[in-house]
């Protein structure tokens, strides 16, 4: 199982940044993949989510309306587009896999209730 994450970076408050997680080795219609980000001195925040499978997505109220996830197939690849990044967005952000265990399965948002993680992706936003 791999997860890489990539596409961090410098950007300006109010600007934009597209992160990429690359992932293989599972299959990815059983799992939810999902964005995770570390501030300096923050503890691990949940960011976003997306069913592989349906494609819906959830989003904590921090990025609601600013990030959104989206999947691609056929690269077996995630994005997270950031927009009007604020200074707060600074954080190494991760992307991280959750098994579908059973029919009903509660969207994660739990650092605890995912399997995977890829390395961080550093983003830093300046004013």
């Known amino acids: 199982v791999q997860l890489q994450a990539s596409g961090g970076g410098l950007a300006q408050a109010g600007g934009s940044l597209k992160l990429s997680c690359a992932a293989s080795?599972?299959?990815?219609?059983?799992?939810?993949l999902g964005w995770f980000r570390q501030g300096p001195g923050k503890e691990r925040e949940f960011v976003g989510v997306i069913m592989w499978s349906r494609g819906r997505t959830y989003y904590s109220d921090s990025v609601k309306g600013r990030f959104a996830i989206s999947r691609d197939n056929a690269k077996n690849a995630m994005y997270l587009q950031m927009n009007n990044l604020e200074n707060e967005d600074t954080a190494v952000y991760y992307c991280?896999?959750?098994?579908?265990?059973?029919?009903?399965?509660?969207?994660?948002?739990?650092?605890?209730?995912?399997?995977?993680w890829g390395q961080g992706t550093e983003v830093t936003v300046s004013s």
């Open positions: 991280a896999a959750a098994r579908i265990r059973s029919i009903g399965f509660q969207t994660p948002t739990r650092a605890n209730e995912f399997d995977y």
């Open positions: 080795g599972f299959i990815l219609d059983s799992h939810y």
